[in-house]
């Protein structure tokens, strides 16, 4: 009974039949033949290149640690790739089929019943408006012409005050 190792996954890089041995170095028995995209799980590297890994079956065995990779092989990844696009684009078709039919749905005219209505006073409606339905004032011009008063009496009360401190210095007389 083997010890319980956490094991790394791996995977047989692209276009490769790697051969899995029973000794290090290839000169055992052939255990199995992986190919492109199948996985192992790393339970050893040793510094020659070689990885004991062990199969899907359960077996164990020696290979080349080069042929081996942490990531999915291009083809699976583009497999579920491709799957996930096919799914979005069903994603996509029914929501435009839903969009379809709301916009049908908002252009045909609600049948109105008036006759209630008839029978009520005339009555003004800005009186039974809420806040939000009041339109809007734009406050833009006002505080614009706010501003531009407040910049007018600025620059007069400025210019008033330099002319008393220029009198004041020079006696009475402007010198400008």
Known sequence: MAPAIH????????????TVSSVPGGSGERVATLRSGDRVELLERQSGGEAHVRL???????????????ELPLQRRLAVRSAGVEKLKQDVSRLESDLAAARVAASTPAPT???????LPEHDPAFFMTPADQPRRAVWP????????????GFVL???MLDRRIRRKYGGMRIY
Do not use: C, D, F, T
């Open 7 to 18: 094991a790394e996954a791996l995977y047989v890089i692209e276009q490769l039949v790697v």
């Open 56 to 70: 899907a079956n359960g077996a164990e065995g020696w290979g080349k640690a080069a042929y081996l990779s942490p």
């Open 113 to 119: 019943v008036e006759p209630a209505a008839a029978s």
């Open 142 to 153: 006002w505080a614009l012409g706010w501003s531009m008063a407040a910049l007018a009496l």
């Open 158 to 160: 400025g210019w008033r």
